[in-house]
Structure formats: C-alpha cells, structure tokens
C-alpha cells in the first residue's frame, strides 16, 4: 500500500520545493527554546510520574 502524503513529500523534495519555512524553526536559537519547554515541565514530570511533591 503506497502512502499518498510520502508520495508527494518525495516528489516535492525532488523538484526543489521544500515548503514554507515555519518561524519557530528559523530562529538561530531553537534549541535553547527547546530546553527551556522541557525544563519548565519538570516539576509536572517530578509529580506524575516520580510522585514527589
């Protein structure tokens, strides 16, 4: 069974095309973004799944 969507990410990657740029990604600073998310949940994982607190 051939996925439509893979079908046509493929094709489009072929011809150059890779979409519009999403303005979260752009940023030279992601992946500071990215670790201040997970550590602002710590105190969510530290009390759903290590039951401290």
């Known amino acids: 069974m051939r996925y439509v969507n893979f079908d046509t990410a493929v094709e489009m ?3 150059g095309d890779n979409g519009i740029p999403v303005p979260d990604y752009t940023d ?3 992946s500071t973004k990215v670790v201040k998310i997970l550590q602002s949940y710590t105190n969510v ?3 759903i799944v290590w039951r401290k607190g």
Do not use: A, Q
Request: proline share 0%.
């Open 45 to 47: 994982v530290d009390k």
């Open 28 to 30: 030279l600073n992601v």
């Open 13 to 15: 990657t072929k011809n």
